[in-house]
T-cell receptor, first 116, second 109 residues
Framework: GAVVSQHPSRVICKSGTSVKIECRSL??????MFWYRQFPKKSLMLMAT?????????EQGVEKDKFLINHASLTLSTLTVTSAHPEDSSFYIC????????????FGPGTRLLVL | QKEVEQNSGPLSVPEGAIASLNCTYS??????FFWYRQYSGKSPELIMS????GDKEDGRFTAQLNKASQYVSLLIRDSQPSDSATYLC?????????FGQGTRLTINP
């Protein structure tokens, strides 16, 4: 149990385009989903927390207009990188957590984004 | 002071030996502690969670928690080459995980 999927696993795009990444909890209802970014040889950096049906909470320094997050259902959250630039190239990982009292976060396999 | 601190390593351990990974945290109110394993190019994978002082064992893995000392550790017995990875300690003080920088572990055959 506790499986989280991400799609796509890898994407290459041109500078200025937008990219959407999907995160799905396959066998549980995720009331909260988290989006992380990880640069090579660095630890995970939390970008934002999203709760189903409400606006995402962004960490300090993360541009909410650039990284659009939607958590429309209990099993799906999306991250859209708008007007992507080469410096947005990174490994984006989502995680999901169940309902009240559930502490554990389960991670998706990640999406590697390369902006040319 | 960083919220969660780990020795970045690399830590080299011979195959079959015990690998010991350590983590300290700054927020005394933290209640939940996690160890994740991350292979190169992959996302983190949960190994263990621990909430109470003392030891928690799962197969070859033992997590140890000492809230008074603000210290959590992970022991890996009978280390295998497949255990070579980066191990991330994570603490949950504010409804979101705070990660350490990770310890890179290499098991030498």
């Amino acid at each position: 149990g506790a499986v989280v999927s991400q799609h796509p696993s890898r994407v290459i795009c041109k500078s200025g385009t937008s990219v959407k990444i999907e995160c799905r909890s396959l066998d549980f209802q995720a009331t909260t989903m988290f989006w992380y970014r990880q640069f090579p040889k660095k630890s995970l950096m939390l970008m934002a927390t999203s709760n189903e049906g409400s606006k995402a909470t962004y960490e300090q320094g993360v541009e909410k207009d650039k990284f659009l997050i939607n958590h429309a259902s209990l099993t799906l959250s999306t991250l859209t990188v708008t007007s992507a630039h080469p410096e947005d190239s990174s490994f984006y990982i989502c995680s999901a957590r169940g309902g009240a009292g559930q502490e554990t976060q389960y991670f998706g396999p990640g999406t590697r984004l390369l902006v040319l | 002071q960083k919220e969660v601190e780990q020795n970045s390593g690399p830590l080299s351990v011979p195959e079959g030996a015990i690998a010991s990974l350590n983590c300290t945290y700054s927020d005394r109110g933290s209640q939940s502690f996690f160890w994740y394993r991350q292979y190169s190019g992959k996302s983190p994978e949960l190994i263990m969670s621990i909430y109470s002082n003392g030891d928690k064992e799962d197969g070859r893995f033992t997590a140890q928690l000492n809230k008074a000392s603000q210290y959590v550790s992970l022991l890996i017995r009978d280390s295998q080459p497949s255990d070579s990875a980066t191990y991330l300690c994570a603490v949950n003080p504010f409804e979101k995980l705070v990660f350490g920088q990770g310890t890179r572990l290499t098991i030498n055959p």
